[in-house]
């Protein structure tokens, strides 16, 4: 009897350890495609830590990824992210068309686009997304400008970044 409680706490302690600790990282990937004069962006977030911000917002639960999902979702998810994810383009401050969304698991990726970007100089992203309600929450932003490839962890100590050619 005595081994089994001993077996069993062993196998518990594991488990417990990855429930103490979690990681708060949203993924931002930019790509500058010359030839469709375009910068498109794919930023993924889980859905339960955004969930967790949304709902203090709007002070309601929103069931994100599932069936009660509100039919608003999307204007919540513009609201957001135009007021947490600013680009600047070339010392300008860009204006993203929101192209959709997509649950993979327990991520959310939003699909952006900026068009009409004939040449790239700079470029400069702001990313305050989960800041607010994850003091470890971490926002990585991988920028792709055709032959220069730069990564950026931000954070509560610093949400910029700016890459220049």
């Known amino acids: 009897m005595k081994f089994r409680k001993r077996l069993s706490l062993i196998l518990l302690i594991p488990l417990f350890a990855f429930n103490l600790h979690k990681y708060y990282i949203s993924l931002c990937e930019v790509?500058?495609?010359k030839e469709k004069q375009t910068v498109q962006i794919i930023l993924g977030v889980f859905i339960d830590d955004l969930e967790v911000t949304l709902n203090k917002d709007y002070k309601t639960n929103l069931y994100?990824?599932?069936?009660?999902?509100?039919?608003?979702?999307?204007?919540?998810?513009?609201?957001y992210l135009n007021k947490n994810f600013k680009v600047v383009l070339n010392n300008k401050q860009s204006t993203y068309t929101f192209i959709g969304k997509e649950y993979d698991d327990d991520i959310v990726r939003f699909y952006l686009e900026i068009s009409n970007v004939k040449k790239?100089?700079?470029i400069s992203i702001k990313n305050t997304s989960l800041l607010r309600d994850f003091n470890n929450q971490q926002n990585i932003i991988k920028i792709n400008m055709g032959n220069i490839?730069?990564?950026f962890y931000l954070d509560n100590e610093n949400a910029n970044c700016l890459l220049k050619t």
Not at 67 to 75: A, H, S
Request: charged fraction near 30%; hydrophobic fraction near 30%; charge should be negative.
């Open 31 to 33: 790509e500058y495609v």
């Open 64 to 79: 994100l990824a599932t069936n009660r999902e509100i039919t608003t979702v999307d204007e919540i998810y513009k609201a």
């Open 120 to 122: 790239l100089h700079t």
């Open 149 to 151: 490839q730069k990564t």
